[in-house]
């Protein structure tokens, strides 16, 4: 097979890098490894889109034009749900099975090729692809390569040096699941204290301090969100198998727990029970590229602008260090910073573009860029120079 750009990873960058790859003339092909589009937007179930608007303000105002705005306009129209501040910031309420449907259609219109249930197993310089499914193998020659797998996972393909954080400092994984026959108003610090009380009385493990609820906007469904020590192994290391299984079967045990819990002693739990798990757990940090340029936290907390900026980054700093909840930095005045072009580049790659979570940013700056809004972001201006770089 061949293709002018291949994009690996469908989550909200790759989405983005292929939709905008394709709509500026290229042929593209996307590969993803589960059976939908959107990441942790969709096979994680998180479902606020967050990095789309600037910092305070009366109203939402958009940080990033573009796809993220359509993206945010498509998603209105599905749900019916605006934009919702919660504290500086505004976040918009999303659905997981909408914005499956958004992505398939996207796509579709775009004219990109999409291979579900496929993963990159080997690439070489060039851009010549090995991608997985189902013990078969198919090659790919593509102009230009766009990594946006979350972890990497071309520099892992290509041997080439990556950078991550040491593992006591790494962001903890998230899971997320749904849960039916909720009766009532969804009392939050009510049942916040409920599972403290389970917790000291030896009927909740103390993994489930945290846990907390949102109504989804769909009738009588919520989503329940528990931070995972991701050490239930040991050492945490969101690229080892033994790690990532034991965070999805520990975040199915600690919420079936608390569900029981909740149903016998919590009014209006009564009937209720978990009716989806994710896909998986989300995990919010593991390898990053090393490019041209490396975006720091201190940069972002500067509100620093770039002459060759491709975007904002309109998210504080969110370290989730522990899973005992955020620690949230401001940048300055609310000031937005811009992210350089380079921080995009793989260095010392021709072609080798990187978009979401793994571009090329320290530790404490992928608290900021991480999030789905700015992952819209750096996957459009991916898209756009991944297309521009076969022609220059």
């Not at 099975?97 to 796509?107: L, S």
């Amino acid at each position: 097979m061949k293709a002018d750009v291949l994009v690996i990873g469908g989550g909200s960058a790759g989405l983005a890098a292929a939709v905008s790859a394709a709509r500026s003339g290229a042929r593209t092909v996307l590969i993803e490894r589960h059976g939908m589009l959107g990441g942790m937007g969709t096979a994680s179930l998180v479902h606020t889109f967050c990095g789309l608007y600037l910092i305070d303000g009366d109203s939402p105002e958009p940080a990033n034009d573009g796809l993220p705005m359509e993206i945010a306009d498509r998603m209105r129209a599905a749900t019916g749900r605006d934009a919702v501040k919660m504290g500086r910031v505004w976040v918009l309420p999303q659905h997981p099975v909408d914005f499956a449907a958004i992505a398939d259609a996207m796509v579709r219109e775009a004219g990109v090729e999409v291979l579900f249930h496929s993963e990159l197993v080997a690439l070489e310089p060039g851009w010549k692809a090995r991608v997985a499914c189902r013990g078969s193998i198919l090659k790919i020659d593509a102009g230009a390569v766009i990594d946006c797998s979350g972890d990497a996972v071309a520099a892992a393909a290509l041997g080439v040096a990556d950078e991550r954080a040491a593992p006591e400092k790494l962001q903890r994984p998230a899971y997320v699941c749904g849960v039916q026959g909720v009766a009532g108003e969804l009392a939050g610090l009510e049942l916040a204290g409920r599972i403290v009380e389970g917790i000291r009385s030896g009927d909740l493990p103390k993994a489930a301090l945290g846990m907390h609820f949102r109504v989804s906007g769909r009738t009588g469904e919520v989503f329940g969100t528990l931070d995972l020590s991701g050490e239930e192994t040991g050492t945490y290391d969101p690229t080892d198998p033994g790690c990532l299984s034991a965070l999805e079967s520990t975040g199915r045990e600690v919420a079936q727990r608390v569900m029981l819990y909740f149903r016998g002693n919590q009014p209006g739990w009564e009937a209720a029970y978990i009716s989806h798990w994710p896909a998986r757990a989300g995990v919010r940090e593991s390898r990053r590229w090393i490019g041209e340029v490396t975006l720091t936290g201190q940069e972002v907390l500067a509100g620093a602008r770039h002459d060759d900026d491709i975007a904002l980054a309109a998210w504080p700093l969110e370290l989730r260090e522990t899973n005992r909840g955020p620690k949230l930095r401001y940048p300055e005045n609310g000031r937005a910073a811009g992210i350089p072009s380079g921080a995009l580049k793989a260095k010392g790659l021709e072609r080798l573009f990187v978009a979401g979570r793994c571009i090329s940013c320290d530790h404490e700056a992928q608290a900021s860029i991480r999030v789905m809004g700015t992952c819209f972001a750096t996957g459009e201006a991916a898209g756009r120079m991944a297309a521009s770089s076969l022609t220059s």
